[in-house]
């Protein structure tokens, strides 16, 4: 099935696997504009997804995230970034499904040096390390049912994980 308006790609993956900054890298390369989903649930919301989940729950943040990765794969045709756990939601994955969809895999190691401490990431409050290592256990299988490519980020730029991606989509 196609859609009349069509993301380019979609990038799933772990924080820290550098979706938004090679989502712009892409947009740039294409001539299209780069859309970030998390961006879309805090101009939704009017606060940052911290506060949301402080203020309304992860449940009320997971809706928002659902209605946005929905609009935004509905009418967005350039390249695409859907936070850490959007891929979590059944209704998210079904409509993935006809989308050319990147997931970015990134390792532990990789990932926390990215992250840093992790402000402003509710879900790595605590032990960064220890959260990061949970979160990718519990959606790694997730994020490659989804993907019809998978790139491994682990010491490599930005530049070379997007020029991957163009070489795999030509």
Do not use: C
Not at 7 to 29: C, D, H, W
Not at 82 to 96: F, M
Not at 133 to 158: Q, S
């Amino acid at each position: 099935m196609t859609h009349p308006v069509s993301p380019r790609v979609v990038l799933v993956g772990a924080m820290g696997a550098g979706k938004t900054t090679v989502a712009e890298l892409l947009a740039t390369s294409w001539g299209v504009a780069a859309r970030d989903t998390d961006h879309d649930v805090e101009a939704a919301a009017g606060k940052p997804i911290s506060e949301i989940f402080v203020d309304d729950g992860e449940q009320h943040f997971r809706a928002l995230e659902r209605a946005a990765v929905a609009t935004a794969l509905a009418e967005h045709d350039g390249v695409l970034a859907l936070g850490g756990g959007a891929v979590l939601a059944e209704e998210t994955r079904t409509l993935l499904a006809d989308h050319a969809v990147v997931f970015l895999r990134v390792g532990l190691s990789d990932a926390v040096k990215r992250v840093g401490l992790g402000v402003g990431r509710p879900l790595l409050l605590g032990n960064v390390r220890s959260r990061i290592k949970t979160l990718l256990d519990e959606r790694t299988a997730v994020y490659e049912e989804v993907a019809t490519h998978v790139v491994d980020t682990d010491g490599r730029t930005p530049a070379e994980v997007a020029a991957e991606i163009e070489e795999l989509l030509r």
